[in-house]
T-cell receptor
Framework: AQSVTQLGSHVSVSEGALVLLRCNYS??????LFWYVQYPNQGLQLLLK??????LVKGINGFEAEFKKSETSFHLTKPSAHMSDAAEYFC??????????FGTGTRLQVFP | DAGVIQSPRHEVTEMGQEVTLRCKPI?????LFWYRQTMMRGLELLIY????????DSGMPEDRFSAKMPNASFSTLKIQPSEPRDSAVYFC????????????FGSGTRLTVV
């Protein structure tokens, strides 16, 4: 069965610091992996996705993620955090019925 | 495209009343999902439809919850009777299920049952 584990329910960084949000997956089919962001009082918005091809994928707002099959990971990074990045981030993997399985989310706080 | 449209954005109702949440998916999307989000339980998939047909309703918490999709452009989630523990944000999402498309979410309906 497919599953996603997000390490750390809360991550705090200073403005300008590196953002690293961790996601590990389990999948019995070639994984399609996604990161979503949820700003307060809004729905989830697709940040980026990996389906096939290049393992380093770039998304909106300067975020990127690298698919590492050997580590079953798909960590999300951003070189320099901005106050506007404060939000909740969800990792997701496609399951074998093509539904998305979401992780429990990581809340990112950015301090000035 | 206006995206996935949900109404109302906020709903406050008294315990025991019927509540109906509405969703208009993106045109051409053949999958529609209803999710519930709470602090305690996170994001839960309640039910999903493919081509207007319910495929999996195993996430529907109890018989008080029902969902319909009478046509490709409209779906409802009904709670009758509502209870305080139903208070949550309810999201609708739609997708085409090929090529790793992902889901497009609506802005949600914040339901408060008092």
């Amino acid at each position: 069965a497919q599953s996603v584990t997000q390490l750390g329910s809360h991550v705090s960084v200073s403005e300008g610091a590196l953002v690293l949000l961790r996601c590990n997956y389990s999948s019995s089919v070639p994984p399609y992996l996604f990161w979503y962001v949820q700003y307060p009082n809004q729905g989830l918005q697709l940040l980026l996705k990996y389906t096939t091809g290049a393992t380093l994928v770039k998304g909106i707002n300067g975020f990127e993620a690298e698919f590492k099959k050997s580590e079953t990971s798909f960590h999300l990074t951003k070189p320099s955090a901005h106050m506007s990045d404060a939000a909740e981030y969800f990792c997701a993997v496609r399951d074998n019925t093509d539904k998305l399985i979401f992780g429990t989310g990581t809340r990112l706080q950015v301090f000035p | 495209d206006a995206g996935v449209i949900q109404s109302p954005r906020h709903e406050v109702t008294e315990m025991g009343q019927e509540v109906t949440l509405r969703c208009k998916p993106i045109s051409g999307h053949d999958y529609l999902f209803w999710y519930r989000q709470t602090m305690m339980r996170g994001l839960e998939l309640l039910i999903y439809f493919n081509n207007n047909v319910p495929i999996d309703d195993s996430g529907m918490p109890e018989d008080r919850f029902s969902a319909k999709m009478p046509n490709a452009s409209f779906s409802t989630l009904k709670i009758q009777p509502s209870e305080p523990r139903d208070s949550a944000v309810y999201f609708c999402a739609s997708s085409i299920m090929t090529g790793g498309y992902g889901y497009t979410f609506g802005s949600g309906t914040r339901l408060t049952v008092v």
